[in-house]
Each structure stands twice: as C-alpha cells, then as structure tokens.
C-alpha cells in the first residue's frame, strides 16, 4: 500500500511476465522480467534486500516490486520477510509494532523494506562520486564527514588501490531525472533527525522523520536553543515572525520546490533540518557541508536531498530564516550555495542612506560579491537611530526599544555581537493628575474595556469599503459612548456621586489609552484609518520580551557598517536612471554611476521631492510615497539628582499619566526609567510629544521642560521633585535629513501602499525603509527586513542562476 501522498504503482490490467520486445532482439533477457510500475525506465531490476540465499539478484524473479525508479526488491525477498513461516517474518513484526505505535504511515511490507533493508549511500569527500554502502549499520555524522572510497562499516579501507577511480554506479543519475519523485512508491524517511526533539508533539513521518527512531531519542540530552530563538510554531499556538509551521510547505517554498510537492514531507525533513542546525548554532554561516552529514536515509533519495541543499539553504537565507545578521559568507566552492556568476563583471549599487535599511541592505550585499558604495547626508551613520552621550550616558534620540525579541534578527545580532540587553516589563504604573496610583481593577477594566471596542472595530471593517473609511477616533469615541448609552442604570443620589467619580476615572483612563494608541501610530488618531490602521495585524509579528539597548541601538549599527564603504556628509540630489547605469549626484556635483540604486530615504523627504528622480518616478509609484502618514513624535530626556519616582512606583521601569481631559492627550503620557544606577548612578526619566501636543515643539526647550515638570509635580506631589540636572529635547520633524519618526495609515488608505512603495522602478531604483515594509512598518526591525530585502531582489536580478 502506498504512503498518503505519494503517487503508487499503477500496475497493468494484464501482468507481463517477461518483455517480448528485449526477448526478440537479446537471447539474454529471456529470464529477465522488468518492474512493473508504470513509467519506471529500469530494464534489469537488481534486488538491493539480498535477504535470502534465493534473492534473484539482478536474474528472474516472479515478480519485482517497485519502490524507486532504481530500487527494487525481488519476489523472494518479500516472501522472506511476509511469510509467517519464513526466519525474517519476526524481524518485520517487530518493526511494524514500533513503527505503527508512533507512526500514521502504513506499516506494509513496502515501507519496511524501505525504512529498514535499503542500503545507505554516502557521498566521497574527495572525488564526491557516490557509493552504496552497508544496509545493516546506519552511517552517523562524523563518518559521512569523513568518508572516502573504499571504506567500509567496519572502518577498514578496501584492498582497492585508487577505489575512486571506481566509476560511480549509473543508477544515481536517475535522482537527478525531473520524474524521480513521481516514480517514488515508498518514502525512505529521515534517521536521527536533529531536529526531532523540537517536535515531538507532531507524527514524524508527516515531517518525513522515521517513526522508528522514537526509542533513540528517548536516551537523549535535547540541546537547547537560545531563548530569542523558536523556528517552530506549534499547530495550537498562533503564527509567529519569521517561525514555520513545521508540517506544511508554504506557497513559496511550493512554488520554489514543484518537485516536491508529491513528496512534501521530505522537503519537510530537509528544511526542518536546516532550520534546526541554525537555531542551535545562530553564530556560524550553515554549510552544505554541516546540513549534508545530519541528512540521513536509506536509499538513493539521499543523493536526491543532498544535491537539493544548495537551493534549499539559499531559499531559507532569502527568507531571513537562516544565516541572519553578522555572518560572512564561506568563499570557498565547496561551502558556499550562492551563485558567483555575474551577467557582467564587477557589478556595483549605491545605497543611498546611512539608516539601518540601508546599512542591512550594504551588509547583505557586499557579503555576496557586489561592489556597495553607500551615501549619507549626515556627519554620522544611524537615521532616525540616533544616540547621544552629552549627559554623561547613553540616551536613544530615536529609536529605543525592540518589540518581540523571539525570531527578531537584531536581537539575533546583538546575541552574536555580545551588545547587552535588558528586558523591559511590560507592567506600567498608572498615575492620576492627583498623584493617586490608579486601582488595579479599574486599570485592568479600562484596558480590557479599550482591546474590546477595537476588537468591535476590527469587526465593524469587514467588508467595508475605502470610501467608507473615518478616522480611528471618530469610531473609537463612536464605539465607546454606544457603549455607555447601552450600559446606563438607575441609581441613589449617593450611588450617582460615586458612579459619577469612577466614570470621571475611567474616562480619563480612556484619553490614556487613546494617547497610546496615538504613540504607536505617530500622530493625532484624528488623522489615521479606522479601516487600516493596524493593517501590519494580518501578518505574523515578533512576539515575546521586548527589549531595550542599555548602550543603544546604534551598536548594532556600528556593527552593520564595519568594513562597509560609506561617504558621510553627502547629499543626494539627483538619481538618473535614464541610461543603462543608474547616476547618482549629490549637492556639490559629485556624481556616482552604478547598475543598481537603492534608495533608504525617510518617507518624509521622498514627500517632499528632496531628491530629483529622472525620469520622474511612475503616477503608481508616486501616488503610493504621497498617501502614507508620517509620524511625528519628539522625545524628553531629563537627568535628575535622585530617583524621586521610585517610592511610589517600586521597581517598576515605566509609569503612565492619565491626562485630566481630551485636550491633554500626548502631553508626556509616559515615562520610562533608563537609569544606570547600577552602574554610574545616572538617572534618567524619558517621555514623549505625540498628536495635539506637539505644537509645544515651537517653544524653547526650557519651556518644554518646564511643562514636563509641572506634570512630574502633579504626579509626585508628595515628594521634592528636583530640577533636572540636565536635559535634551529632540527635534527629529526639523531634522531636514528626517523630518518624521515613523510611517501610518491615514484615512482612505490601505496597507496596499506600503507593498507599492517596496516595489522596484525599471529594475533600476530600489526602495527600502521601514515606510516599505508592509508587515513590520514603524520599526527598527522593519527597517533592517526591508533592507536584506531588496539586497536580495537586487542580487537576483545580478546573477546568471540565483540559486
């Protein structure tokens, strides 16, 4: 009986017993009978079992039995292991019982015969021709390593003077026809697989790993993965960023790998393996080599998954699922999978912008070969990451924290990097302009009554469409006095005073979370879409801890430009991509020419056309980079004499300030401890402009303290809040080289926009920045995703055969 999946044997209504055509032309084959599976090109079947001292070998049989288009089992092998009276019938017992105790796959003759009588073929490392090996003692990872022709199970070299000199046996040419998968009857599953321990909870051989080897891994030690680190998501557990389900093959990797779709659970196997070798060693560039000897199988399949890891580790680095951050790229032949095979010489990008799209973008791309030249107006690398140590220790101008730090490659690099990291709770103090800490109960209410009406939004949008579009506040105002009108009770007059009071509280723990909401938008929600403002949602995001950079994040960036060719103080004007080479001037005249651009501009400066693009960018184009939002957001930083907040506020990192009205929304909502008492005894308070609030910014910075201050003292009343001993006010919308912080949704507009801004001009101008990253837009991460992006789209379009 064939495996789920996998095309069987179609026999003829009318069995041949012997070819009559072979027979006319070669007395030879009078007792040869050909396999019977449809379409199988073996005209001499060999019996690979030699079970019984009756084998047919390569001689007669009464009949062959099909499980590859090379591989075969003799009549008289089958009725060994079959027959209850024959010496191999308890041998096969045996195995059925343990294979259908943790197996779903048919425990049938076939697949025994498969999994546990076909030899193992292993690979010479020095002349790389392939040899069948021994059917009784699985191969393990040090010996496929190392092994050499003529070497045999027991590890004695043969008597043979040149054994690779021994041509290689013509039946391994047949696993590199296109047909081979489809002429598969029986699957020959992965041993030992690395990564079985992480996936227990599933069938293994609906992941292509044998079902007999549960018993081996009872005995051992699982090692363990980094904690940032799962490439594993659970069939209950909802999706994560850059994790796969391990039991299906995604339409990528279908379109990618055709000649695995009728086999998906040994693709499953390879790619399960490869994911697994990485996570478990996130600090090295995975090898051919390293995946090749953990690849381990009966049969002539191997030869098949083993040729097929070449395109199957490129499509994982291409997908961010491997090889991620610092890594350099193997030069040698043998350990690199990526094609070196330029359609002309020397081919070379400017990547215009020194942010950290385009410094992800050099990195990747200089590692594979191409010349990168990257220009920045600035007198320092970073954008809009930007830190500063003017008041004695590191503060975050711009970007600071990193939300999800599961599968999230700058977490994945400041592990490989050793930059530190904290994590940052996600409990946050709530404070009353009274300065009474805010009950637990009616925080925890107002938070779930808040979640609850977006979630009556979320479901008010299905169907809806741009044309109906209103602004997220409008709906969420809308939503919540439905709610209030739907919930009104009779009350006494003292009932009504204290009802009167808790709704006071409770409004103003609305304005709270509505001056959230507008921090993670980056601007007033008067302006952002109730249809899309959280569009990124319908993708898979970095869950986990979120992280914060004590030395900030532009170690990271550091780390990205090291060894890269970067000319600061250099303003773009002008991209010419008119010609065959794109031409890049900058305001002094100078003038680069490349095959390809990138461009990692904010969406701010895009907008307002501060580099000339001839011809003129498409309508399409244009239309997309004028309709996204952009952010504005200013940050304070204050350094005080003494932690005066932490009577009150304990060990907690963050506190929050309920604004007493709608009008207050987005002045200092929050405030974030960055002190490093630990350490220098500095102590830092960090809070944001946001929406409304953000006319303060025309104000001196000592005004902008000064109101900040009056906040702080309504907060801590009880306490003698010092004056800050220094302080810093950021002006990121008057940066001409910024002027924004993060890109959003307005009304009428839709997530469409950001897949529009990511899409190349001509195969020319590349675009990259977190304002093109659909699926992580408004973050550091984003950013660096959207450059190893295009490094890749740009490679692809560099090489002879990008696989």
Same mark, same amino acid.
């Given at each position: 009986m064939s495996s789920p999946g996998i095309h069987g044997s179609r026999r003829n209504a009318k069995r041949k017993t012997i070819d009559s055509s072979d027979q006319a032309t070669d007395p030879s084959f009078k007792n040869i009978r050909r396999c019977p599976h449809s379409g199988c090109p073996t005209k001499v079947p060999i019996c690979f079992a030699g079970a019984t001292e009756r084998c047919a070998g390569s001689g007669y049989t009464s009949r062959w039995y099909h499980t590859s288009a090379a591989e075969h089992y003799c009549n008289e092998c089958f009725e060994h292991y079959y027959r209850c009276h024959k010496d191999g019938y308890e041998v096969y017992l045996s195995w059925k019982k343990l294979w259908s105790t943790h197996g779903t796959t048919d425990a049938s003759i076939r697949m025994f015969m498969t999994n546990s009588v *076909?030899?193992?073929?292993?690979?010479?490392?020095?002349?790389?021709?392939?040899?069948?090996?021994?059917?009784?003692?699985?191969?393990?990872?040090?010996?496929?390593?190392?092994? #050499?022709?003529? %070497?045999?199970?027991s590890g004695k070299k043969s008597k043979l003077e040149n054994p690779c000199e021994v041509p290689e046996d013509q039946r391994v040419t047949l696993t590199r026809d296109p047909s081979w998968t489809h002429l598969i009857s029986s699957l020959s599953y992965m041993k030992n697989s690395p990564a079985w321990p992480y996936l227990t909870s599933y069938f293994p051989d609906k992941l292509g790993m044998c079902p007999s080897d549960h018993e081996v891994f009872k005995e051992r030690k699982t090692p363990v993965m980094h904690k940032y680190l799962q490439p594993f998501v659970e069939a209950d557990?909802?999706?994560?960023?850059?994790? #796969?389900?391990?039991?299906?093959?995604?339409? /990528?990797?279908?379109?990618?790998?055709? +000649? &695995?779709?009728? $086999?998906?659970?040994? &693709?499953?196997?390879?790619?399960?393996?490869?994911?697994? *070798?990485?996570?478990?060693?996130?600090? +090295?560039?995975? %090898?051919?080599?390293?995946c090749a000897t953990q690849i381990i199988c009966r049969g002539l399949g191997r030869v098949l998954y083993i040729e097929s890891l070449d395109k199957v580790l490129w499509f994982l680095?291409? =997908?961010?699922? $491997? !090889?991620v951050g610092l890594l350099s790229v193997p030069r040698s032949p043998q350990s690199s &999978? $990526?094609?070196?095979?330029?359609?002309?010489?020397?081919?070379?990008? $400017?990547?215009?912008?020194?942010?950290?799209?385009?410094?992800?973008?050099?990195?990747?791309? /200089?590692?594979?070969?191409?010349?990168?030249t990257v220009l920045e107006a600035k007198s320092q690398i970073g954008g809009r990451v930007c830190d500063d140590d003017s008041l004695g220790v590191c503060v975050p101008m711009g970007a600071q924290i990193l939300n999800g730090a599961l599968n999230n490659p700058i977490a994945i690099i400041c592990e490989q990097a050793g930059i530190l990291v904290n994590s940052l709770s996600d409990s946050c103090e709530v404070i009353n302009v009274n300065g009474e800490l805010m009950d637990k109960q009616t925080d925890e209410r107002m938070d779930f009554h808040f979640n609850a009406i977006l979630d009556i939004i979320a479901d008010w949008r299905k169907g809806k469409e741009l044309t109906q579009d209103t602004s997220l506040l409008a709906k969420l105002k809308e939503m919540h006095q439905q709610f209030l009108d739907e919930s009104q009770l009779s009350f006494t007059t003292d009932e009504q005073k204290k009802m009167l009071a808790l709704f006071i509280e409770e409004e103003s723990l609305m304005n709270f979370h509505i001056s !959230?909401? +507008?921090?993670?938008?980056?601007?007033?929600? =008067? !302006? #952002?879409?109730?249809?899309?403002?959280? /569009?990124?949602?319908? &993708?898979?995001?970095?869950?986990?801890?979120? *992280?914060?950079?004590?030395?900030?994040?532009?170690?990271v960036l550091s780390k990205l430009a090291e060894g890269l060719d970067i000319d600061l103080d250099t303003k773009v004007t002008k991209v010419d991509y008119g010609e065959e080479t794109v031409k890049v001037v900058s305001e002094n005249g100078k003038e680069w %020419?490349?095959?390809?651009?990138?461009v990692t501009l904010p969406l701010a400066v895009l907008q307002d056309k501060d580099v000339e693009f001839s011809p003129c960018l498409p309508e399409w184009k244009s239309k997309a980079m004028k309709s996204l939002g952009v952010g504005k957001i200013e940050k304070i930083i204050l350094r005080f004499p003494r932690p005066f907040w932490r009577k009150k506020i304990k060990d907690c990192k963050v506190f929050g300030h309920i604004p007493e009205k709608q009008d207050n929304v987005g002045y200092f909502n929050v405030f974030y401890d960055f002190s490093t008492d630990k350490v220098d005894k500095m102590y830092l308070l960090v809070t944001h402009l946001t929406g409304s609030a953000l006319k303060l910014r025309d104000r001196l910075d000592r005004d902008v303290v000064a109101a900040c201050m009056e906040v702080l003292k309504a907060l801590f009343p009880e306490e003698t809040v010092p004056k800050p001993l220094d302080y810093f006010v950021t002006k990121w919308t008057k940066d001409p080289y910024s002027k924004m912080c993060y890109s959003y949704v307005p009304i009428g507009v839709d997530g469409d926009a950001y897949d529009i801004m990511s899409q190349d001009v001509a195969s020319k101008v590349y675009f990259a920045g977190e304002a093109t990253n659909r699926q992580f837009p408004q973050s550091v991460t984003g950013a660096y995703v959207s450059g190893v992006r295009e490094a890749h789209k740009i490679f692809s379009t560099l090489v002879e055969d990008d696989t």
């Open positions: *076909l030899p193992f073929w292993v690979q010479c490392r020095e002349c790389h021709k392939w040899r069948q090996w021994s059917k009784s003692t699985t191969p393990i990872p040090e010996f496929l390593k190392n092994y #050499v022709c003529g %070497t045999m199970a557990s909802s999706e994560i960023a850059n994790g #796969v389900a391990p039991d299906v093959m995604e339409e /990528q990797e279908m379109d990618e790998f055709p +000649e &695995y779709a009728s $086999i998906p659970s040994m &693709y499953l196997a390879i790619r399960n393996i490869c994911l697994t *070798l990485w996570n478990l060693n996130f600090k +090295e560039w995975l %090898t051919k080599e390293r680095t291409r =997908r961010g699922l $491997i !090889n &999978y $990526i094609s070196n095979k330029f359609i002309k010489p020397n081919p070379s990008v $400017i990547v215009v912008g020194a942010g950290t799209a385009g410094l992800a973008a050099a990195k990747t791309l /200089q590692g594979l070969g191409l010349k990168v !959230n909401l +507008e921090f993670a938008c980056g601007d007033t929600l =008067r !302006n #952002v879409s109730a249809l899309h403002w959280d /569009q990124n949602e319908d &993708y898979p995001q970095f869950s986990g801890e979120n *992280l914060v950079l004590p030395a900030g994040i532009s170690q %020419t490349a095959d390809k651009v990138l």
